[in-house]
């Protein structure tokens, strides 16, 4: 089983719409991540969270919201989706250690098409 | 602003040859590099990593160097093998835990 698994992996809806992406992890691993990508440009931060009580923006948190429900979940909320929503959406985790690497492990990506 | 770029969007190399790829960042701050492997269908995952009080790093198959002076990290696959095709991202980290990411090299591997 994955260690960071995301649901649902395919999503099309429309303009408008609210939309909900999951996240749950095995891994015990405080920090959790969304990012969002795009052709040509990468790996783009949503928000993250450090703990469950600790909610932050990243690059490009406009026209989302998360909720850190617990350590090992993590959702993407979409309130009224627009097509240049239309991306794949990654979680990913982090450890919380001494060494801070900030290796992250990803899930398997959720894809979203919004028409 | 801050970046984390590639030089190369595609590059080919045949099966057993050497690959090298590259990037530049230009936040000196940063003093955390890695490098990621992304498979068709799937999450990137982690290769290899450097801290800036190092030049060079190895794995198995897999070298990545660094050079403050100029702001630029490469990473070396030996041998590259057809497995070895993917999207390759560096990214880095300036301290906060808080990964940027490049916009990606995609490596094809021909017989």
């Known amino acids: 089983d994955a260690d960071v698994t995301q649901t649902p992996r395919n999503r099309i809806t429309k303009t408008g719409k609210r939309i909900m992406l999951e996240c749950s992890q095995t891994?015990?691993?405080?920090?959790m991540y969304w990012y969002r990508q795009d052709p040509g440009l990468g790996l783009r931060l949503i928000y993250y969270?450090?703990?469950?009580?600790?909610?932050n923006k990243g690059e490009i948190s406009d026209g989302y919201s998360v909720s850190r429900q617990a350590q090992a979940k993590f959702s993407l909320s979409l309130e009224s989706a627009i097509p240049n929503q239309t991306a794949l959406y990654f979680c990913?985790?982090?450890?919380?250690?001494?060494?801070?690497?900030?290796?992250?492990?990803f899930g398997e990506g959720s894809r979203l098409t919004v028409l | 602003g801050e970046s984390v770029g590639l030089h190369l969007p595609t590059l080919s190399v045949q099966e057993g040859d050497n690959s090298i790829i590259n990037c530049a960042y230009s936040n000196s701050a940063s003093d955390y590099f890695i490098w990621y492997k992304q498979e068709s269908g799937k999450g990137p995952q982690f290769i290899i990593d450097i801290r800036s009080n190092m030049d060079k790093r190895q794995g198995q198959r897999v070298t990545v160097l660094l050079n403050k002076t100029v702001k630029h990290l490469s990473l070396q696959i030996a041998a590259t093998q057809p497995g070895d095709s993917a999207v390759y991202f560096c990214a880095e980290n300036m301290g906060t835990d808080k990964l940027i990411f490049g916009t990606g090299t995609r490596l094809q591997v021909f017989p």
């Open positions: 891994k015990g691993h405080d920090r």
């Open positions: 969270s450090f703990d469950v009580k600790d909610i």
């Open positions: 990913a985790t982090s450890d919380l250690s001494g060494t801070g690497t900030g290796e992250l492990f």
